[in-house]
């Protein structure tokens, strides 16, 4: 375009005062700023007007992209542009772009094409723009697009961010397949700051990959006539994804912002906040996360047929301590988890929790969490019987020493499963938990005995039987008797020495099938509890 050493614009390009304003800002690296001085009317998403002093044309902004004249001596080319309004389409699809490029607080007439192109660092700063479609851009460095409005979606879908991708307080808008943010496959080396947004659509992250922490903090996330607001499949966040409240800046108790577009950290005690909120389903299938999965203060607003889906999803800590759903289903269906950080507030009720095999190891419940109420919760999560939740919840109490709960939990489940037997084996059933509690209160098998054992002695006391040969029994002992006929298999030369009739023989055989009854239930229920050790 130049000759060497030479850096003024082709005659044809015919540049507008602003436009050449721009070009030799380009060239020392500083701002060409095209403010007016009202805040009103510097607004990009406001009513008024701008007139042609703010007018840049796409086609002169690529050029200074693409092909731009050499810098000044002793400066750096940067494309920095403040408060313009920039006409037609800006394509650069395919290109590679050495400059650093900011544009700040401006308008785009039409959509942003970068496609396959290359940028070291692109922020696009408070502007309004009808849409972005950069499918398959590459950074070195950052891509910002903060407190930006785009009308009609923004397509990242297999973009590769050198550092961190930047979405603070933006508001996106659905595009005409229904999503606001399309980045399947995308891969963002640093962080994901989505804090504060506002996205009206799905947004779309299937097998996306972030090499640290993804942060929607105080988002907004609404697409309630469709399907899902967040679409995350098989999405890695190396540390944590942060679903929750985020302090308000102008709090005075929010940390200061970082610049330059830091505005939300998570809020302490006292802090104004916003909440995250989902208005729509939100699918995390698959996903990795090296941390944690963190819901603290989310609201989930969702329809009857909607789901909060978290199946197989793999994280060493999930902090489920958001609002409960009142509509809609939470499905932990194969999740594995190390520590489960919940409360009781924060589950859905009957019907509306499905975590067949949800494996976790620690339960860390935050605030008043009984044990009966955790069996409510596993009760919600198994409208029919199914007993790997009892099971799981069990290996977690007793891991961390509670073995009476466990055996709870574990007695819970016996009446749970006896519900679904036929009538003899309810009937067994019954009996099992009237007497000895499946044998995880094997005490009381202990205490009929003893009741058993001073009614038939006293029986036999007022009514001794004669002896089944005379001169061969052995010396009455009425307290013996009536031992020997409780105990199963023990002989204690007392049983077969006497010849009950009448109402003495059905004594009899009430305490010998009361022993059998008794000794079968406690054998019952130790070989479970060796089962589960």
């Known amino acids: 375009m130049t000759e060497p050493g030479d850096g003024d614009a082709p005659a044809d390009l015919q540049l507008t005062s602003a436009e050449w304003s721009m070009w030799q800002a380009f060239r020392n690296g500083s701002t060409c700023d095209l403010h007016i001085g009202d805040p009103a009317r510097d607004d990009p998403h406001g009513q008024h007007l701008w007139g042609p002093e703010r007018r840049v044309r796409a086609r002169v902004v690529a050029l ?13 080319s940067a494309l920095k542009i403040t408060g313009a309004y920039i006409t037609d389409t800006l394509d ?8 650093f490029v900011e544009l700040r607080d401006c308008r785009f007439e039409a959509e942003v094409v970068l496609p396959e192109s ?11 723009i009808p849409r972005v479609e950069a499918a398959r851009l590459h950074t070195e460095g950052d891509l910002h697009l903060p407190r930006c409005v785009v009308h009609s979606g923004i397509r990242l879908t297999d973009a590769h961010i050198g550092t961190d991708l930047m979405l603070n307080q933006a508001v996106v808008h659905k595009d005409r397949q229904g999503r606001s943010i399309m980045a399947d496959g995308m891969t963002v080396a640093q962080d994901l700051q989505a804090e504060m947004m506002e996205s009206y659509g799905e947004l779309s992250l299937r097998g996306a990959t972030i090499g640290v922490s993804l942060s929607l903090r ?9 399907r899902r607001a967040l679409n995350a499949p098989q999405l890695t966040v190396e540390r944590t994804l942060y679903l929750t409240a985020a302090g308000l800046a102008n709090s005075p108790f929010s940390s200061s912002a970082t610049p330059p577009y830091g505005i939300a950290h998570t809020p302490s005690r006292g802090t104004r906040m916003q909440r995250f909120e989902c208005e729509g389903g939100m699918r995390l299938d698959d996903g990795r996360f090296g941390d944690a999965v963190d819901f603290e203060h989310a609201r989930f607003i969702m329809e009857s047929d909607q789901e909060l889906s978290l199946r197989r999803i793999q994280t060493p800590e999930l902090r489920f301590l958001g609002e409960r759903p009142q509509r809609g289903r939470v499905i932990l269906s194969g999740a594995r988890v190390v520590n489960l950080v919940d409360k009781s507030a924060s589950w859905p009720g009957l019907g509306g929790l499905w975590m067949a095999g949800f494996a976790y190891e620690t339960l860390i419940p935050r605030g008043h969490f009984p044990l009966s109420l955790r069996l409510q919760w596993v009760a919600a999560a198994t409208p029919e019987y199914a007993p790997e939740p009892y099971e799981m919840l069990a290996t977690s109490l007793r891991t961390t020493g509670e073995d009476s709960d466990a055996r709870e939990v574990l007695l819970a489940k016996q009446r749970r499963r006896r519900e679904t037997l036929p009538l003899a084996a309810k009937a067994w059933g019954f009996l099992q938990d009237w007497t000895v509690a499946y044998g995880y209160r094997p005490g009381r098998a202990a205490v009929w005995m003893a009741i058993l054992w001073a009614i038939g002695t006293l029986y036999f006391s007022m009514s001794p039987p004669p002896p089944l040969k005379a001169g061969e029994a052995p010396p009455w002992n009425p307290y013996l008797y009536a031992l020997d006929l409780l105990l199963p298999v023990i002989d204690l030369n007392q049983g077969a020495a006497w010849k009950p009739g009448g109402g003495a023989q059905w004594a009899a055989a009430i305490l010998i099938l009361a022993g059998w009854v008794l000794a079968t239930t406690v054998a019952a229920g130790a070989s479970r509890l060796l089962r589960r050790q």
């Open 64 to 76: 200074l992209l693409l092909d731009g004249p050499p810098p000044q001596p002793g400066r750096v």
């Open 118 to 128: 290359r940028f070291t660092t692109l922020r696009l700063v408070n502007c309004a």
């Open 218 to 226: 105080g988002s907004r996330l609404s697409n309630p006539f469709g």
């Open 92 to 99: 650069v699809a395919g290109g590679t772009i050495k400059p």
